[in-house]
């Protein structure tokens, strides 16, 4: 019976012979098969990962050296393409599409020996907080199939959360990642962004978007980001910088002291669940216990946050999202057409989800001609001033702690119809998007409720490595 | 009713698009070559894939940067693209990138000659911009077809002030706009293959009016004839409106070739919102003054300074002169051609600037014409030429044998040299004053009767003395040596 601990221990168990890559993808692909009403995978690629698997046990066998993600078995939202594998976004509109590239962090994961054991389902093109809002139905969150796993990425959040997977990758571009992980109770990173390539993720809003890690444990996310991290002759925003070494410099600094911020303005937040607050003050009080310095630091920005974050993610999206247009890949209309433009208007409206061109139709509308300066330079300026502010507090404060989500997981269909609720649900994730810095959700509580949820740490851009250690010694702080 | 043209004053302004010729497209790496089979120059990127990002290709900012500076451009520091967001089945992305907004070139101006005067035509800007694709209307009865090739390949528009005056101004502003873009290398300058279009704003006013009439834009003009055709009918055809006192409306309008006229082909812009935002999946770029620096070192001498050199230093006519540097590559092989020529023989001839001239304008052009081709295609190097005008200017060669003998014997075996060729092909002249003395001496016996009548003043006679040496020699005597000692022996 294969039980998955961590990559590090798999690694030590395949060196002793104890188990194989075979066993832990039959292991996956059960769980996977026992639990597909929850809706995770849109498609598995079983037999391709067991024949990987065996490639791998037979190089391994032959004393052949391992990759550092030698048969970690890993899961990639359906919007991070796989040459040669169907990638949808999750959208009616790229029905049937098979993508003829890997993303570069895909590639980079097959490098080091990675097995791919399926796409994970997601709210169409990362729009949405829920899973809800997905052409092949919602994700249920394992540990209350009532309730929403979260989204963009629910899928991948569940496949780590039910045991379906080793580690799985997400996108996160205002919270698609930290969210879903806070509400299904495992750890999740959004790196810097240009930390991680974005050639092959499918563009929601290219200034905010970037690939995100699931897993249980922070050593699994460090060795994950050590592989996806670096630069990319396909991503001209991606920074030039090598990866560090995530993983080895984990153990460094674990009775370092720190300078943590965090905002009145966040933790006594109308919106913000009484229990997450109290749960947040209560660490804070520890990390004092524990010698660390823990300071309020006035933030007034936080009502803008929302607001500029729509503006801007929804005005790149309504550009970025004009190549589906049924010319080249994609779905197109059956319906008689008499000119283009109503050639475009079936395939797109027929294409695109409810939330997709409730977006679409914003961000046209805040790049018109007589709103541009009142919408999008506008939520620039709030943009560029939250940059500015955010610089100054890592002047003084190593990290900053905030709640995840105002609350935990909500019931399925309870805020559909009310997209303004949904939105102003993202207030704690869309500030690390708009700055760029990492950002991530670590599952330190449980809700009277049942549900688990999490603390959310941010740093300076491309501290990665601080980021992981200071996770590492949180997650210990809660179990001591 | 007759309609007095000259009371109105014709305004033109041009938008000139030449395609860069940069080895890969503006933002990713696929090629940019001309005339490939449809849809084998796409690569994800050029087709926007999902997940696909652009790349910015420098090549293209350099060879844009080297347009602005040899128009005497202000060049912009801080630069970043925008995405002009529109629908078309041949515009892969649902939006182009471009400078639109914030030209990497400002200002400037090209000077023309026009009747022998020079005028300078202001330019508002240059910028970059990436090609579409091709619309194919007519592979297919019921589809069009697209070809992306195109799409992608980066562009420069070259914005004119309207200071043009008139189609002889356009078109002399077009012949030498296509020069430069040649001289600099960045723009083959094709108008056939589309490689350089032109749109032109035609306007008409009252003469001294200053406030510009209302314009039409006109398209489709793929050559320099049909820019000037179009905007002498249009013009027209604007002057007779407002003389009939009828309102001009603005207009996008298209010529017909066959016809020689323009038609509408939509009232004033649809006013379309492109919803102009800076492309967030490339960076912002700083040009720091090093760069521009290392790119004006890159300029080539161009056609006004090289026809200054020619008269002044070379002594060629103007004429010649403007023929040898119509194009760089030709003006390149005949300045390669006179380093390689013979030092001058004597301090007062100077070296043979004008012989290499008539080499150049006479037996080496009219090959290429004859054969087609292009002067980097000529299988001669210039040192060729050179020896063989050396051979000639040391009297070894006349210039008839090697113009019609050597020149294509030599072709056809370009590496070998003149001189042996000559000598194998007993090609040489003659110039072993003792053996000429001595076939000189056999003609005069040969006609002493001849030789009274010259000596009696028929000084015409020196002809037949001369012809007769030459066929002795089988044409390869000195002819200036024979003429010399003929003429000693006879006036002695």
Known sequence: MFEFFSIGQFHAQLRDGIVTCRQAVEHFLRQIDSTKHLNAFVEVYADEALRKADQLDMKRNAGKPMGSLHGVVIALKDIIAYKEHRLTASSKILNGFTSIYSATATEKLLREEAIIIGSCNCDEFAMGSTNENSAYGKVLNALDETRIPGGSSGGSAVAVQAGLCMVSLGSDTGGSVRQPADFCGIIGLKPTYGRVSRHGLIAYASSFDQIGIFANRIDDVAKVLQVISGPDAYDATVSQSEAANYAGKLSENQNKKYHFAYFNEALDHPSLDKEIARSIKNTIEKLKENDHAVEAVQFDYLDYIVPAYYVLTTAEASSNLSRYDGVRYGYRTKQTVSDLTEFYKFNRSEGFGKEVKRRIMLGTFVLSTGYYDAYFTKAQQVRQLLVKKTKEIFKNYDFILMPTSPSPAFKIGEKMNDPIAMYLADIFTVMANLVGCPAISLPLFKHSAGMPFGLQAMTSEFNEVSLLQVSKQLMELSVH | ?492
């Open chain 2, 1 to 492: 009713m007759a309609v007095d043209f000259d009371a109105y004053e014709t305004v033109v302004g041009l938008e000139v698009h030449a395609q860069l010729l940069t080895q890969s497209k503006l933002f990713c790496g696929d090629s940019t070559a001309f005339g490939s089979e449809p849809n084998t120059q796409v690569s994800p990127i050029t087709l926007a894939h999902p997940g696909t990002l652009p790349k910015m290709n420098k090549k293209a900012i350099e060879f844009a940067i080297k347009m602005g500076l040899a128009c005497h451009c202000e060049i912009v520091k801080e630069n970043y693209f925008a995405r002009k967001n529109y629908f078309y089945p041949d515009l892969p992305k649902g939006y182009q990138l471009s400078q639109h907004t914030t030209p990497i070139c400002k200002g400037g101006y090209l000077t023309i000659k026009i009747n022998d005067q020079e005028k300078n035509i202001c330019l508002n800007r240059i910028h970059i911009e990436e090609d579409a694709g091709k619309s194919l209307h007519d592979v297919d009865p019921e589809y069009t077809s697209i070809d992306f090739n195109r799409a992608g390949v980066p562009l420069i528009e070259i914005v004119s002030e309207p200071d043009i005056r008139s189609g002889d101004e356009a078109s002399a502003y077009l012949t030498e706009l296509r020069k430069l873009v040649r001289y600099l290398e960045i723009c083959d300058g094709n108008m056939e293959e589309g490689s350089l279009r032109c749109d032109a704003n035609v306007s008409v006013r009252k003469r001294g009016e200053q406030k510009l009439g209302t314009k039409a834009e006109i398209k489709n003009l793929n050559s320099i004839r049909n820019v000037k055709r179009a905007i002498e009918f249009e013009s027209r055809r604007m002057m007779e409106m407002l003389a009939q006192g009828l309102e001009i409306t603005q207009q996008t309008r298209s010529f017909d070739a066959d016809s020689g006229t323009t038609f509408s082909i939509r009232d004033k812009e649809d006013a379309e919102d492109y919803r102009y935002f800076p492309d967030p999946d490339l960076t912002k770029f700083s040009l720091t003054d090093e760069f521009i620096e290392n790119i004006r070192k890159t300029i080539p001498v161009l056609q006004k300074e090289r026809i200054k050199k020619y008269t002044s230093e070379y002594q060629l006519s103007y004429y010649d002169a403007s023929l040898l540097t119509e194009e760089k590559k030709f003006s390149d092989y005949f300045e390669q051609m006179i380093n390689n020529l013979p030092p001058p023989l004597d301090g007062a001839r100077g070296r043979p600037f004008k012989p290499a001239a008539n080499w150049m304008l006479g037996p080496v052009r009219s090959w290429l014409n004859d054969n087609n081709l292009e002067i980097d295609e000529f299988p001669l190097a210039p040192t060729k030429i050179a020896g063989i005008i050396e051979l000639i200017e040391e009297g070894k060669l006349s210039f008839s044998v090697a113009s019609s003998k050597l020149f294509h014997e030599i072709i056809k075996s370009p590496k070998s040299d003149p001189g042996k060729i000559a000598e194998q092909k007993n090609w040489m002249q003659d110039s072993d004053t003792d053996h000429i003395e001595n076939l000189i001496d056999q003609v005069l016996n040969k006609f002493p009767e001849k030789v009274k009548e010259y000596k009696k003043g028929k000084k015409g006679l020196i002809g037949l003395f001369v012809g007769e040496v030459m066929k002795l020699s089988k044409g390869k005597a000195d002819p200036k040596i024979t003429n010399d000692i003929l003429s000693e022996k006879l006036n002695s």
